[in-house]
């Protein structure tokens, strides 16, 4: 089964898609004029503004579903993976990734916004909407809706629940059957509670694991602050073969930054606008650029943070491309967590591993509950009229079963069923926002005109000649004391 998958692996990540996020980012961010930096103050500013309704979440509850999603075991695993097959170079093509991946972000959830359904008593809005929706194709729009039930209902999930177990293994030598049957209970009693529930729960949780890993990165490097100038060299240095040790490899760390980067990330991968397009606001800009800004909190910071503690404290191997180990940090340790828990174990001692194994535990656990989000949502496109109830039941068990499933096998079939889900995903939208690139940016220079004028922007699709944007021509047509309450929610700062 591994070789199987592999091989179809080898056709998904193949040099065509990691040219095609680099190059749409690169694109996306010169369109836009580099909305990622100019914005940057807008971003921060959007976050914390807003407020739920009963249909909708706010847009820091939309960003913490997003972000619940964006950080998880990708942001210490696949960091360590990817210096480990890629060198420290990898590490500049993740942050690479990541700025130009913020305008692919910001494409994808205001595309989600647009075309966003109230489905039931909850807007529901993703891909497979906009697919049909805004380019009128509904056999792609159910292909990236069965694949998305599949790569996160069943795929991803293992990828998660693996790290936790072996971090957890590794730090206090429980048991992965345990591990696995603690996750099963917890992941249960937050699925079975709704999206309100799931949102709550990232509220709470999200800002804290990452403010806590990231603290702790810190303070790591400060202990080790002599050496930050020459792991940021060593790093730009071999991402472009200049260093003589991991020159040979400038095109495995160009892959695996990208590869691993867009798992970390997921920007253009499809799986932010699920969350962001539950958000109640007043235009989809909005959240489209506090979407934007949930990459860098990703990679920029929480990546970033693995990266100098690996880097700072020599824990990292590398591998050449023969197999054979180029740098040898850490005797008879995997590529994954276990190299992040040796690095802070070298400086902790009797804290490192816990902490690590604690911080995978709430990164991979949150991650698992907004893969279900998301998978619940294509399954609301695919059943909009709730004519066949037992497919959200059916989903909760699988994803329960992928996640004990995960927990229990190695972690090379995990990664390999995750990196298969992904590619295929990234693949499906990364076209299709290419194609409705234009509805994105003429919602982005109608927030900026509207923001110039002194107002708080009001999106009418209508104006802007923007079709099959139902659930907007429905909210203008209420009566004027509804869009004036919604429009108090976001007051003009």
């Not at 964006?70 to 170079?89: D, E, L, M, Q, S």
């Not at 509220?203 to 790591?220: H, K, S, T």
């Not at 491309?321 to 828990?341: E, I, K, L, N, S």
């Amino acid at each position: 089964m591994n070789d199987l998958v592999t091989a179809i692996n080898g056709i998904i990540w193949s040099p065509a898609l990691i040219a095609l996020c680099l190059g749409v980012g690169l694109y996306f961010s010169l369109r836009s004029r580099f909305l990622q930096v100019r914005h940057v103050r807008e971003m921060t500013r959007l976050m914390l503004e807003g407020k739920s309704s009963e249909q909708g979440v706010s847009s820091f509850q939309a960003l913490t579903m997003t972000l619940a999603g964006r950080v998880g075991t990708g942001n210490i695993a696949g960091v360590a993976t990817a210096i480990t097959f890629g060198g420290p170079g990898a590490v500049f093509w993740m942050w690479v990734v990541a700025f130009l991946g913020a305008s692919s972000a910001f494409v994808e959830s205001t595309l989600g916004q647009v075309y966003k359904e109230q489905i039931g008593k909850q807007y529901r809005g993703g891909p497979a909407f906009y697919i049909e929706k805004g380019l009128g194709i509904k056999w792609y729009a159910w292909t990236f809706a069965i694949a998305t039930v599949f790569a996160t209902g069943l795929l991803l999930p293992g990828v998660q629940a693996n790290s936790i177990a072996e971090g957890l293994k590794t730090a206090v030598g429980i048991d992965p059957n345990v591990t696995a049957a603690v996750l099963a209970i917890a992941l249960a009693f937050i699925i079975f509670g709704g999206v309100k529930r799931i949102a709550t729960f990232a509220e709470l949780v999200v800002p804290f694991m990452a403010l806590g890993y990231i603290v702790v990165a810190c303070v790591i490097v400060f202990l080790h602050i002599e050496q930050l100038p020459a792991v940021i060299s060593l790093i730009v240095s071999s991402a472009f073969g200049l260093d003589a040790g991991f020159g040979a490899i400038i095109g495995m760390a160009i892959m695996w930054g990208v590869k691993r980067g867009v798992y970390s990330n997921e920007a253009g991968q499809g799986t932010g606008p699920h969350a962001s397009s539950a958000a109640e606001v007043s235009h989809p800009a909005k959240q489209g650029l506090v979407q934007g800004f949930s990459v860098y909190i990703d990679t920029l910071f929480v990546c970033s943070a693995t990266a100098f503690m690996l880097l700072i404290t020599g824990q990292y191997n590398v591998e050449a491309p023969d197999g054979t180990q180029m740098f040898v940090g850490v005797q008879g340790v995997a590529a994954g967590p276990g190299y992040v828990q040796t690095a802070l174990e070298n400086v902790m001692p009797g804290f490192g591993a816990l902490f690590v194994a604690i911080a995978l535990l709430f990164f991979a656990f949150t991650t698992i509950v907004a893969y279900y989000y998301i998978a619940e949502t294509n399954i609301a496109y695919m059943d909009r009229h709730a004519r066949h109830p037992w497919l959200n039941f059916a989903l909760k068990i699988a994803i329960v079963a992928a996640t004990v499933y995960g927990a229990v096998k190695t972690a090379d079939v995990a990664w390999a069923l995750g990196d298969m889900g992904v590619g295929l995903m990234a693949w499906l939208n990364i076209v299709a926002i290419v194609l409705l690139r234009n509805v994105a940016f003429k919602c982005l220079r109608d927030y900026e005109a509207q923001k110039k004028a002194g107002k708080d922007p009001v999106f009418d699709p209508v104006a802007l000649g923007i079709k099959n944007a139902d659930y907007w021509v429905q909210r203008n047509a209420a009566s004027p004391t509804q869009q004036d309450s919604v429009r108090l929610d976001t007051p003009v700062k």
